[in-house]
């Protein structure tokens, strides 16, 4: 089992940043992909970015390439999603989650632990 907890969303300005914060729990984290995800109002659920055990990157919408950086640390069992230049299309609730990416790492069923949401609102 995993569980993940999640912090640093709130409210910024536009042009702001955000750093946010996944800590896990669980003897295995470093073994799994880390995937954050990000769910506007009224929108399906979208990757942002996914992180395998070695650091590497893959992100998946192109409108947080350049903007948004996913890195995690496997001695604190955290993974994070920095935020810059944020826009107000960016608001949403954002999840991690972690799996085993075997669907891919941009397909939720890759991912069978979830956090539970934080959310980030940025104001014009």
């Known amino acids: 089992q995993v569980q993940l907890v999640e912090s640093g969303g709130g409210l910024v300005q536009a042009g702001g940043s955000l750093r946010l914060s996944c800590a896990a729990s669980?003897?295995?984290?470093?073994?799994?992909?880390m995937g954050w995800f990000r769910q506007a109002p009224g929108k399906e659920r979208e990757i942002v970015g996914a992180?395998?055990?070695?650091?590497?990157?893959?992100n998946y919408a192109d409108s947080v390439k350049g903007r948004l950086t996913i890195s995690r640390d496997n001695a604190k069992n955290t993974v994070y999603l920095q935020m810059n230049s944020l826009k107000p299309e960016d608001t949403a609730v954002y999840y991690c989650?972690?799996?085993?990416?075997?669907?891919?790492?941009?397909?939720?069923?890759?991912?069978?632990?979830w956090g539970q949401g934080t959310q980030v609102t940025v104001s014009s």
């Open positions: 992180i395998i055990r070695s650091g590497g990157i893959t």
């Open positions: 989650a972690a799996g085993s990416g075997d669907y891919g790492l941009g397909d939720p069923r890759s991912y069978a632990y």
């Open positions: 669980g003897r295995t984290f470093s073994t799994y992909v």
